[in-house]
């Protein structure tokens, strides 16, 4: 650790150690134990950072299950890589936000998902409709702005749709997704039926009077049991370039669902496992019991924001190297290695296949055609008058 | 069958023949369960449903608008009062950016089946935040509609087709009528969106308006009949989709028109309405369009500037004798 | 004495309902006591008093509807009199108060366009800027759709626009048909058709008898033009006639002459190519005659531009003879014989027929002893030429001779010229006849 520089990582890890929070909300599984270790003498950059867990609590996933685990996330990272390629191309225009170093999150919590319920995000999106089953070609010819793409090329990378498949669609005006991700949940309730909501939002959106006035509205439904909505806060550290201390004097997101009524607990958001572990045991509980559930996981993106911040004037390149040391894809990989459940040759195997199936997905997306002319004037309303300009 | 009742007796007549008709049609808004509505408009209705379908919410019209946008795409088919329209601005973001666009971004794959009501437009000594008329607001969006009925019978069979459309449903309310009354038809009357209304015949000059301006002008047309004019008084009703057809008709007849708004008159409906004339009547045109609108000032309290503020008689009158060349009176 | 009004209890409350007197006439009632139960829109309460006195008087009875602002009743303090209820002033209130947004008949706001119109207007009172006819689309259209010439309607709308009543007033008085270039009628119409739109009176077409021995013939293209330019000049064109007979031995025996010195050169003067001469070289004197009607007044010509009748099988056509006071007889000749026979061959060009100042219609040659000619509008006078015939005369001896005398008509426009003008030219174009000699000067 350079002198005068304190590790970001340091810092958060601090907040977490210290925060009222673990000591304010009973009954909420302490992240202390399960975390890696950050005392000075025990950085994790020096032993790896990986799944020492102090607790010695059982890991619940199998080998089989963690390999799985491990192609789904190597997968959202190839994606993510072959839109940077392709927006650099400038064969994907418009805004791209890619998922890199945040892939266990909605890995982890997608392992809970359950046919029927209905996920909702912001506009770092894509690893949510890879994660519930999209066809990688049809998110990729979305991406390149393609007739065949998931939303017939009227999105982009912001708006991934997949409704029969539970996605309820990328959203790009941060936090205006929130309030609808509630309502959602109100109407599961309303229709009778035990589904839940998965409602991603990041640590910006948290600044705004939708989030705020939403998690009012879910506090207040779910009294009645009438809010089944998983709140899943990817707390990356930075809306854009301004970092969580520097919009908030309360840094402890998950704390403030207090406000509301809403119970909430925070986990390592790099950790697949512990993701796992939270998301499985929340979901449940949001599903019995119709109140809403709020989890932060801690997490990072090494990627710049967008596809064309390049600058990254906001954070320097130590920060970046110290957290893409706990990159998810590489703690887990290390431990599946460690643990001789996957050899090095099986890693560049496994990594081969993914990057083919994204080769596949880019070729099909330059292949495609784009939308026919006719598609400006469709969707706009549903029903007989379909557009009412002059075609 | 018609019976006369009013405004406000035929709006909630028309919200409870669809939540019997309609499992998944719900009321949400500030105060509208318990205290039965500020305007009174769901008076009743709470004991008779219940808090799950006559929702109460928390002052935060980003936060429930939203949420019912949420619930609309989920086949719920809720109907949210905008206490008054001039709150709407607070969730405008939910209304515009969600409501409206998300079919078109999600590829046709969500609708939303909402309805937003409320009082719209002043009039009442409300003074600035409380006196606006958004229509041309929120008609500027693709993917909203935005309907303006003024009669009891409209009102009633408009919010019976608002609330049936799969689309999000901006539905301005005139405020200031809600007590007056007029015959009502029985039982299921859906009025069409994108009709106009002919109010009066006539054949020297086309009044068009919407909304409490069509009143204004049915009385500017008594008195223009006192001096021979026969003035034609189109009730507009739906500003999107909009009924071109008949203005153009009308304007075929009587190759005169004045168009009349509540609202601002930059960027308004009535610059709409001459356009439309210019672009397809041109040739049957015997004068310019004239606009008749609000002062360019934010609504003032005093009752006389509040007059001023607004369209008057007196200058629909004149309007429609300039474009008559007549001397105005 | 203070009035007991009904208040206004919510923002959109127009009136209320008096359900109920609590107080009776008479009683004595202290400022608070609730004197009657009032319904509106939205709630049923009781209306307490804002004074004290006496209930003088009840004005609204139970049941009765009451616009907002009104009186429903007087409280008298001590010795106060009930006043007359004032039916004007109470009115007004209650009708202000019951618009249904207050009054809007009260705003005194309005808008004032009117005087820049005005004085639009006397800038430009005509409402013809460069030739543009200011003139609302629906004007246009009439004027298109009935072959109406907007510059013969003064417009009544600010700036001098022609407006809607201007056109059908001058459909109604038919003052506003097309006269130049009439071929651009629509075909296909029937001339009953034409008058109709353009105002003339159908009542003076009369449907066909359809007897037997009758035939309905449709109307050539050029017969309806020539009947619509022709009505329309009769119509419009104050005519004025002047004839005189002119004796033409002299001319006669100078044409025998000339025609023999020019027969190798195949010229044929003939009398029309005299006379034409003729009245052109006395137009020098009076240029009101070598003139058009245009819309901003009276066009004097300096070059005389002589349209000379020719008659078609199918109808007639005037080719002109450009500039022909600077032309000599033998140069007149041979244009007017080529311009006649390719009329009758209808070889023309527009530019050969269109734009005389004046035309010469000459029926010598069938043997009238005279006629006279309409105006060919914008024409300021036309002259019709008869037969030469042998007539007894007297010489300067008082003798009687033989003499071939001929007749010329002028018809001539009276907004143009007067009567003497046309008779002194027609003076004038005698005397250069009888005295062919001027003709070569």
């Known amino acids: 650790m350079k002198s005068g520089y304190r590790s970001v990582w340091e810092r958060l890890w601090d907040y977490i150690r210290n925060s009222r929070f673990w000591y304010s909300v009973p009954g909420i599984v302490s992240l202390r134990g399960k975390g890696p270790s950050m005392s000075a003498d025990n950085e994790h950059s020096e032993n790896g950072g990986v799944e020492t867990r102090e607790d010695g609590g059982a890991i619940a996933t199998s080998s089989e299950r963690l390999v799985d685990l491990y192609k789904e996330m190597a997968l959202i990272r190839a994606f993510e890589e072959a839109c940077q390629r392709g927006f650099r191309q400038g064969k994907i225009g418009g805004y791209l936000h890619v ?3 945040q892939e266990a999150v909605a890995t982890g919590f997608l392992q809970a998902f359950k046919e029927g319920d209905k996920v909702i995000t912001a506009y770092r999106d894509h690893a949510h409709a890879l994660l519930l089953g999209s066809d990688p070609n049809e998110i990729m010819a979305e991406l390149y702005g393609k007739g065949t793409g998931l939303v017939k090329g009227k999105g982009g990378s912001m708006h991934l749709f997949d409704v029969d498949r539970g996605l309820m669609g990328g959203y790009g005006i941060v936090g205006g997704h929130i309030p609808p991700g509630v309502g959602f949940a109100y109407a599961m309730k309303y229709q009778e039926t035990d589904h839940i909501t998965q409602l991603y939002l990041g640590d910006g959106a948290m600044s705004t009077g939708a989030f705020h006035e939403a998690a009012n509205l879910a506090g207040l439904w779910g009294k009645d049991g009438l809010c089944p909505c998983l709140f899943i806060v990817e707390n990356n550290q930075y809306g854009m370039g301004t970092s969580v201390e520097r919009t908030t004097a309360m840094t402890d997101l998950a704390a403030k669902f207090d406000a509301y009524g809403i119970e909430n607990e925070k986990v390592d958001g790099m950790d697949i496992e512990a993701v796992i572990e939270v998301a499985e045991r929340t979901a449940e509980q949001v599903r019995e019991t119709g109140k809403p559930y709020a989890v932060e996981a801690l997490t990072y993106r090494t990627a710049s924001h967008g596809a064309a ?41 496994i990594k081969g296949e993914v990057k083919e199936r994204i080769a596949e997905a880019v070729k099909f997306a330059e292949e495609s055609e784009e939308p026919p002319e006719e598609e400006l004037y469709t969707d706009v309303y549903s029903g007989a008058d379909e557009y009412m300009g002059e075609e | 069958m018609a019976e006369t009742k009013t405004y406000r007796e035929a709006l909630r007549e028309a919200m409870v023949h669809e939540l019997e008709r309609d499992e998944s049609v719900i009321l949400m808004g500030e105060d509208i369960g318990v205290y039965g509505g500020t305007h009174l408009i769901t008076d009743g209705l709470y004991d008779e449903y219940g808090p799950k ?68 437009g002043g009039g009442v000594q409300l003074s600035a935040q409380h006196t606006h008329s958004l229509e041309s607001f929120y008609a500027h969006f693709p993917g909203l ?15 019976l087709t608002a609330i049936r459309d799969p689309n999000p449903v901006i539905f301005l309310e005139a405020g200031a009528l ?30 068009i308006a919407y909304g409490r301006q069509v009143n204004l002008c049915l009385r500017a047309a008594d008195t223009l009949a006192e001096d021979g004019f026969e003035a034609e008084v189109i009730d507009l009703r739906s500003l999107r989709p ?12 009587t190759h005169r028109a004045v168009a009349v708004q509540e609202q601002w008159r930059w960027f308004g409906v009535a610059s709409e309405v001459a356009a439309i004339i210019q672009d397809r009547a041109f040739d049957s045109l015997d004068a310019p369009v004239e606009r008749v609108s609000g002062a360019e000032v934010p609504g003032p309290y005093a009752r006389n500037l509040e007059l001023m503020a607004f369209p008057s008689e007196k200058q629909v009158v004149n309007a429609a004798r300039r474009v008559m060349y007549e001397e105005e009176k | 004495m203070p009035e007991v009004i009904m208040p206004k209890m919510g923002d959109a409350m127009e009136e209320g309902t008096l359900l109920k007197w609590l107080k009776s006439e008479g009683d004595e009632v202290s400022e608070g006591d609730p004197i009657a139960e009032i319904e509106t829109d939205k709630v049923t309460m009781e209306l307490e008093a804002e004074d004290a006195g006496t ?6 009875s139970e049941g009765q509807d009451v616009p907002v602002g009104e009186a429903i009743a007087f409280i008298a303090g001590e010795g106060e009199e009930v006043p007359e209820r004032s039916e004007g002033g109470g009115e007004e209130e209650a009708e202000e108060g019951g618009e249904e947004d207050g009054g809007g008949a009260q705003a005194t706001a309005t808008e004032t366009e009117a005087p820049e119109e005005e004085e639009a207007q006397e800038e430009q009172a005509d409402g013809r800027a460069d030739g543009h006819f200011r003139a609302s689309p629906i004007v246009r259209r009439l004027a298109e759709e009935n072959d109406l010439d907007l510059s013969k309607i003064d417009g009544s709308g600010p700036a001098g626009r022609i407006v809607e009543r201007d056109v059908r007033a001058a459909m109604e008085s038919g003052t506003a048909q097309r006269t130049e270039d009439g071929a651009e009628q629509a075909d296909g119409q029937t001339q009953p058709q034409q008058a109709a739109q353009q105002g003339i009176q159908p009542a003076r077409v009369p449907e066909p008898t359809e007897a037997p021995g009758t035939q309905l013939i449709e109307p050539t293209r050029m017969q309806r033009v020539i009947g619509e330019r022709m009505t329309e000049a009769k119509q419009h064109i104050p005519h004025f006639y002047a004839s005189v007979e002119v004796r033409m031995d002299a001319a006669m025996a100078l044409r025998k002459q000339l025609n023999e010195q020019l027969e190798p050169e195949g010229v044929k003067l003939s009398v029309n190519d005299f006379v034409m001469k003729a009245a052109a070289v006395a137009l020098r004197n009076y240029p009101n005659l070598n003139a058009l009607y245009t819309s901003k007044g009276i066009e004097l010509h300096e070059k005389v531009d002589m349209a000379m009748a020719v008659a078609l099988d199918a109808g007639l056509i005037t080719p002109v003879i450009r500039d022909i006071g600077s032309k000599g007889l033998a140069a007149i000749s041979r244009e007017s014989k080529d311009l006649a026979s390719r009329a009758r061959e209808g070889k023309l060009q527009p530019d050969e027929y269109q734009g005389g100042t004046i035309t010469v219609s000459n029926m010598g040659m069938f043997g009238v002893e005279s006629f006279t000619a309409i105006i060919n509008p914008p024409q300021a006078a036309i ?17 009687i001779v033989p003499a071939s005398m001929m007749k010329l008509t002028l018809s001539a426009d009276h907004r143009i010229a007067n009567g003497r003008d046309g008779a002194l030219y027609m003076s004038e174009v005698k005397k250069t006849l009888e005295n062919p000699v001027l003709l070569m000067v």
């Open chain 1, 99 to 101: 998922y890199i170093g």
């Open chain 1, 309 to 349: 911040d390049f600058m990254e004037k906001y954070r320097t390149k130590e920060e970046v190297n110290e957290w893409r040391k706990r990159d998810p894809i590489g703690l887990l990989e290390h431990k599946l290695i460690e643990n001789d459940v996957l050899d090095e040759e099986k890693i560049e195997e």
């Open chain 2, 53 to 120: 379908r006559i929702m109460d919410v928390p002052i935060s019209e980003n936060g429930f608008t939203g949420a019912a946008i949420g619930m609309a795409m989920m086949g719920m088919r809720p109907v949210v009062e905008m206490m008054t329209w001039n709150f709407s601005f607070l969730a405008a973001d939910q209304i515009i950016q969600n409501a409206a666009k998300v079919r078109y971004f999600s590829g046709g794959q969500v609708e939303v089946p909402l309805v937003i009501r409320g009082p719209n």
């Open chain 2, 145 to 159: 509609k935005v309907v303006a009925p003024v009669t009891p019978n409209d009102v009633k069979g408009m919010m």
């Open chain 2, 178 to 207: 809600y007590g007056t009354k007029g015959e009502v038809e029985e039982g299921d009357n859906a009025v069409p969106f994108g009709k106009a209304r002919i109010a009066r015949e006539g054949s020297d000059v086309t009044l």
């Open chain 2, 242 to 253: 909009f009924d071109e057809d008949t203005i153009v008709e009308s304007v075929e007849k």
């Open chain 3, 55 to 60: 209930l003088a008087q009840l004005i609204a």
């Open chain 3, 383 to 399: 002259i019709a030429v008869s037969s030469i015939a042998k007539r007894p005369d007297y010489d300067e001896n008082g003798e």
